[in-house]
């Protein structure tokens, strides 16, 4: 199994930026997509961006350009970089891996990010 921790969240105001880090605990990482998905209060949980193992990214149309997804070199955490934040930003993200067969699936606890006007 893989426990998520997810770090790096706050209050910014727009324009601004935040690194969101997220921690991994378990065995055989590697072969996990990470990514980073944001719910707010009466909307869906949406996804963000997701890295697959081999580095390939994807992202949502709505952050493409102002998101940078990365994994380090040993699989064993994942970060999401935004800059030039919106108060659209403004959500709840949470961490997520699964396996490429697309089960089983894990979550982190979330970790908040408000961005001011």
């Known amino acids: 199994q893989v426990q998520l921790v997810e770090s790096g969240g706050g209050l910014v105001q727009a324009g601004g930026s935040l690194r969101l880090s997220c921690a991994a605990s378990?065995?055989?990482?590697?072969?996990?997509?990470m990514g980073w998905y944001r719910q707010s209060p009466g909307k869906q949980r949406e996804l963000v961006a997701a890295?697959?193992?081999?580095?390939?990214?994807t992202y949502a149309d709505s952050v493409k350009g102002r998101f940078s997804i990365s994994r380090d070199d040993a699989y064993n955490s994942v970060y999401l970089q935004m800059t030039s934040l919106k108060p659209e930003d403004t959500a709840l993200y949470y961490c997520n891996a699964r396996q490429i067969s697309g089960a089983p699936e894990y979550w982190g606890q979330g970790t908040q990010v408000t961005v001011s006007s």
């Open positions: 378990g065995s055989s990482f590697s072969i996990y997509v």
């Open positions: 890295i697959f193992p081999g580095r390939t990214t």
